[in-house]
């Protein structure tokens, strides 16, 4: 078994966008196989919840599907937005941070 993480800010039926649909299909088909998905979501509270409680659940194998919340991640972290000059580079370390912190977690 497999283990593979996706981060990423859609995932469908949770939030619209054609990655959201892909990463759901690959899910699907990993999961099916007898790998393991985590999903690191940079999303708002009620779509990680929705997520997490719902949509998550009805993927197949769902108890090998695991889902980390960025914003709940970094809570603690000293990272703040007004810190970075764009987006862009806010998410890109918040991204980095999750991702130490998921790799902990799953070992």
């Known amino acids: ?9 859609e995932i469908y039926p949770t939030t619209g966008g054609g990655c959201g649909a892909l990463l759901h299909n ?21 779509d990680f919840d929705r997520f997490q409680y719902r ?10 599907c695991r889902a980390y919340h960025v914003e709940s991640l970094c809570q603690n ?21 999750t991702r130490a912190r998921t790799r902990r977690s799953a070992r």
């Open 77 to 97: 972290a000293e990272l703040r937005r007004a810190d970075f000059l764009s987006a862009g580079q806010w998410r890109a370390s918040t991204c980095s941070y």
């Open 55 to 64: 949509d998550r659940l009805a993927l197949p194998h769902s108890e090998r």
């Open 1 to 9: 078994m497999t283990r593979i993480c996706f981060a990423t800010y």
């Open 26 to 46: 690959a899910a699907h088909m990993l999961l099916s196989q007898g790998h393991e998905v985590i999903f690191v979501l940079d999303l708002p509270h009620a």
